[in-house]
């Protein structure tokens, strides 16, 4: 089976501008998650969606947002990006709802400039 | 509030060295605990899970609700072990999401 797949790998913004991160998880897996690293706050939760639905959703603003399509790949977007959103987001998937453990991608790292 | 605590930044050990990381937990109901693991330019990958009662590479976790904690303990580290380890909790219901600890950086010296 493919991993969780995340893209792009890489990625520079500016200032003020969006963006959209793509994860694809697992075949069959329909559970997914999203999370943020940083060397300062380690790894927070962003959001939880399974089978379309949002689950639950961590404690950032608004400028963060996701869904999930029904074919379990899922996107988050961050509007009106700041420097202090630079992080490297995780995207993992589980096979089902449930805690099983979750399987995560390589990340795609952002960089706000 | 939800919490897990992971006193030490960093762990060093030498070859055949028994280890044991570190992890406390704050949650008022009976969650769910991990062990994920970070090597060197890999991937976030989960090594154990509470519920499993499982031992993975040598690792093995014992939930102490008393303590609250989680250790990881391996009684001889080998330097492939070297590597980030953190331990999540999960607190069940509809949600599932992760509450990671802020990672123990373990190495294993030759």
């Known amino acids: 089976k493919a991993g969780v797949t995340q893209t792009p790998r890489y990625l520079i913004k500016t200032r003020g501008q969006q963006v959209t991160l793509s994860c694809s998880p697992i075949?069959?897996?329909?559970?997914v998650s999203w999370y943020q690293q940083t060397p300062g706050q380690g790894l927070q939760f962003l959001f939880e969606?399974?089978?379309?639905?949002?689950?639950n959703k961590g404690n950032f603003p608004g400028r963060f947002s996701g869904r999930q399509f029904s074919n379990s790949r899922s996107e988050m977007n961050v509007s009106t990006l700041e420097l202090g959103d630079s992080a490297l987001y995780l995207c993992?998937?589980?096979?089902?709802?449930?805690?099983?453990?979750?399987?995560f991608g390589s990340g795609t790292r952002l960089t706000v400039v | 509030a939800q919490r897990v605590t992971q006193p030490e930044k960093l762990l060093s050990v030498f070859k055949g060295a028994p280890v044991e990381l570190k992890c406390n937990y704050s949650?008022?109901?009976?969650?769910?605990l991990f062990w994920y693991v970070q090597y060197s330019r890999q991937r976030l990958q989960l090594l154990l899970r509470h519920i499993s009662r499982e031992s993975i590479k040598g690792f093995t976790a014992d939930l102490n609700k008393g303590e609250t904690s989680f250790h990881l303990k391996k009684p001889f580290a080998q330097e492939e072990d070297s590597a980030m380890y953190y331990c999540?909790?999960?607190?069940?219901?509809?949600?599932?999401?992760?509450?990671f600890g802020s990672g123990t950086r373990l190495l294993v010296r030759p």
């Open positions: 075949s069959g897996h329909r559970s």
């Open positions: 999540a909790l999960s607190g069940g219901g509809s949600s599932y999401k992760l509450i």
């Open positions: 969606y399974f089978s379309e639905t949002q689950r």
């Open positions: 993992a998937s589980s096979e089902r709802q449930g805690n099983y453990g979750y399987t």
């Open positions: 949650y008022s109901g009976s969650p769910e």
